[in-house]
Nanobody, 120 residues
Framework: QVQLVESGGGLVQAGGSLRLSCTFS????????MAWFRQAPGKERDFVAR???????YYGDSVKGRFTISRDNAKNTIYLQMNSLKPEDTDVYYC??????????????WGQGTQVTVSS
């Protein structure tokens, strides 16, 4: 069984920075594609960024050039460095894990979310 725990959210002024972390508990972390999504109340969950098991990285259009996703396979952790934050980045951020390379517990799995609030 996989568990994901996010941390690092908080309140920041527009233009500021935050770094989110997501710690993966389970086996074979390096075989999972890891991603960040975000969701506002009453809205759909939106894709933010993904780093796949092989290392390729993808970003949603709204965060390109401002956010950076990374993974540390030795620590079973992914990060989301968020710079030049805008009030519209205010959301609950969720960590996601899914694998096409494992047959046991492939997911998808979700963390409990961490709140990011950007004040204008």
């Amino acid at each position: 069984q996989v568990q994901l725990v996010e941390s690092g959210g908080g309140l920041v002024q527009a233009g500021g920075s935050l770094r989110l972390s997501c710690t993966f508990s389970g086996r074979a972390f390096s075989l999972y594609d890891m991603a960040w999504f975000r969701q506002a109340p009453g809205k759909e969950r939106d894709f933010v960024a993904r780093v796949v098991s092989g290392g390729r990285i993808y970003y949603g259009d709204s965060v390109k050039g401002r956010f950076t996703i990374s993974r540390d396979n030795a620590k079973n952790t992914i990060y989301l460095q968020m710079n030049s934050l805008k009030p519209e980045d205010t959301d609950v951020y969720y960590c996601n894990a899914v694998s096409t390379l494992v047959t046991i517990s492939p997911g998808p799995y979700w963390g409990q979310g961490t709140q990011v609030t950007v004040s204008s």
